[in-house]
């Protein structure tokens, strides 16, 4: 079973409308992190977001905002205003902090391909 | 600056051959990651590193290997095994997953 599920696939708008895309994960422990992350055409996946397990408080940063509900293990994600430079492939990812060692690695979602048209 | 890198950006690769990819960081991070991504199938873990002289394997090994003989190097060796190579590759590295991944600009291997 996925640990971090993204369902959409590929999402389009025209700009300046506003986005979310949708990021549900799965795990058992009480510590975790989750992010977020943004690869454009080139390739290079760039760190959007980072949140632990135990802050539940919504953020903000400039016309990005991310949600995260615990009752429902999701973490979405939200652009406002979408521009052209938005396009491109976002990951949704998860770390436990569980058994074994404290290093260890990131459970990836599938991405969301959004494409901002003109 | 600080900072992944990985090289070749482009990589071609005769049937029956192997080849290196390279990556190197500069940012002391104790662990590594090798990634493959496919269109639409995301990110797969091939190997991963979490102390120099030490790997374990990932999701999709299999016709892979990997090395880790310096804390900045963790060349990836994409072998004749390997049933089908053409992807993009990522490599990451990590203080731990906790604090997430650095990304290289990955290298894009196709065999021709």
């Known amino acids: 079973a996925q640990k971090v599920t993204q369902a959409q696939t590929e999402i389009s708008v025209v700009e300046k409308e506003d986005v979310t895309l949708d990021c549900v994960y799965e795990?058992?422990?009480?510590?975790?992190?989750l992010f977020w992350y943004k690869q454009p055409p080139s390739g290079e996946l760039v760190f959007l977001i980072r949140r632990n397990s135990f802050d539940e408080q919504n953020e903000i940063s400039g016309r990005y905002s991310w949600n995260f509900q615990k009752s429902t293990s999701s973490f979405n994600f939200t652009i406002t205003a979408s521009q052209v430079v938005d396009s491109a492939v976002y990951f949704c990812a998860l770390s436990e902090r569980g058994r074994g060692s404290t290093l260890g690695r990131l459970y990836f979602g599938r991405g969301t391909q959004l494409t901002v048209w003109p | 600056d600080g900072g992944i890198t990985q090289s070749p950006k482009y990589l071609f690769r005769k049937e029956g051959q192997n080849v290196t990819l390279s990556c190197e960081q500069n940012?002391?991070?104790?662990?590594m990651y090798w990634y493959r991504q496919d269109p639409g199938q995301g990110l797969r873990l091939i190997y991963y590193?979490?102390?120099?002289?030490?790997?374990q394997k990932g999701d999709i090994a299999e016709g892979y290997s990997v090395s880790r003989e310096k804390k900045e190097s963790f060349p990836l060796t994409v072998t004749s095994a390997q049933k089908n190579p053409t992807a993009f590759y990522l490599c990451a590295s990590s203080i731990g997953p906790d604090y997430g991944y650095t990304f290289g600009s990955g290298t894009r291997l196709t065999v021709v």
């Open positions: 940012l002391n991070h104790d662990a």
């Open positions: 590193s979490q102390i120099v002289n030490d790997f």
């Open positions: 795990t058992r422990d009480t510590t975790y992190y």
